[in-house]
């Protein structure tokens, strides 16, 4: 850490002088204007007039990529924060793989949009604007399509419903583009700490939990479609007794009241939430292995099958027991009832 003495300028005016490396990297000169932001614990944020466009681009080079990395770069840098990003061949044609991979990125990514298209170059824009969204309202729109993604695939399993199964399917796409877009706004604003606001938050502090937190979300998703596909890959239903097919939607209850708590203790840093969602997995800890332990004989293959779904929700309680434990590290970072900070 580099420190700097202020100085007085004036009856009323203290100043200090800026890193010459920051100035010139940044391009900042004697008349420039920069943003100055007051944070929480006494922080003071300095931000070159630049970080206010919002308008960087990105130029992907295909020459030496397959199509597979040219997608992976596109998502990249969607989730940093580029508005356009511009896909090009040097002396050639854009390849027919490298023009399918812009075109399927645009499918995955909210917001993103073809703007330009010549036989060597395709230039694409994202119109998702940060001021658009809030990143509470993202998590809290990434739990829901996850719980209802759980309660279609544990429904299709009761009745045997393939249709179902591949409705939740279908919603995984969604689910990925709400998570990517958190990821772009998170990054964004760790980039630019005025954006912030834009995005709900009063500070930046809280950006590494919401990543983790929209990390988390996005794997509840992925153990929902892992129930979908055994229904919908599966040659034959399993036959199960019906008791056992009511306690795992019990459990999937439970689950999806654990789940939203716990995204809502996020959103509210609500410490009493985080006790809360403690209790309610402690009383559910255990219902994994008592349902197992419950089971009437099975051929091995429903046995199997059973048990990867009850895996499946035993993983996504214990995901969202890490969002508590993020909601209660952010909410004790304030002052409440329950804590004093000097």
């Known amino acids: 850490m580099e420190t700097r003495k202020v100085q007085r300028l ?51 080079h295909a020459d030496n ?17 580029r508005r356009v990003i ?28 073809v703007i330009e298209e010549t036989p060597e170059r395709i230039a694409i824009r994202c119109s998702a604007d940060p001021e658009d969204f809030t990143l509470d309202n993202l998590l809290e729109r990434l739990e829901n399509t996850g719980s209802t993604m759980r309660g279609e695939a544990v429904k299709a399993l009761a009745h045997g419903n393939r249709d179902l199964a591949e409705r939740a399917l279908n919603r995984e796409r969604q689910a990925n583009k709400i ?25 930046s502090f809280p950006l590494i939990g919401y990543r983790s937190v929209a990390k988390n979300l996005e794997l509840t998703a992925d153990n929902a479609e892992d129930i979908a596909e055994i229904v919908a890959s599966a ?48 009383e559910i800890s255990d219902r994994e292995q008592e349902i197992l332990n419950d089971l009437e004989e099975l051929p091995n293959e429903d046995l199997l099958q ?30 409440s009832e329950h804590v004093d900070i000097t």
């Open 235 to 282: 040659d034959e239903m399993p036959d199960v007794e019906s008791s056992t097919i009511r306690r795992i939607r019990e459990f999937t209850d439970q689950i999806d009241e654990l789940t939203a708590m716990a995204v809502r203790s996020v959103v509210e840093r609500d410490y009493d939430l985080t006790i809360r969602c403690r209790h309610l997995f402690g």
């Open 10 to 60: 004036g009856p009323s005016t203290l100043a200090m002088t800026l890193p010459a490396e920051w100035t010139k990297e940044h391009y900042v000169e004697k008349g420039d204007e920069v943003s100055i932001r007051m944070g929480g614990k006494g922080t003071l944020t300095v931000l070159p007039e630049s970080a206010s466009t919002g308008e960087s681009e990105a130029v992907i």
């Open 86 to 113: 511009h896909v090009q061949m040097e002396a050639d044609a854009l390849e027919s793989e490298h023009i399918n991979a812009v075109y399927q990125a645009e499918t995955q990514l909210m917001g993103l949009g």
């Open 306 to 335: 059973i048990r990867e779904v009850l895996v499946s929700l035993q993983h996504t309680a214990e995901y969202a027991m890490r969002n508590a434990e993020i909601a209660a590290n952010l909410a004790l970072n304030e002052e």
């Open 179 to 203: 998570f990517v877009l958190l990821l772009r706004l998170i990054f964004t604003a760790y980039q630019n700490p005025n954006l912030c606001r834009a995005v709900g938050l009063d500070s």
């Open 65 to 81: 990529l397959d199509a597979g990395s040219v997608e992976r770069a596109i998502v990249a840098q969607y989730v940093l924060g």
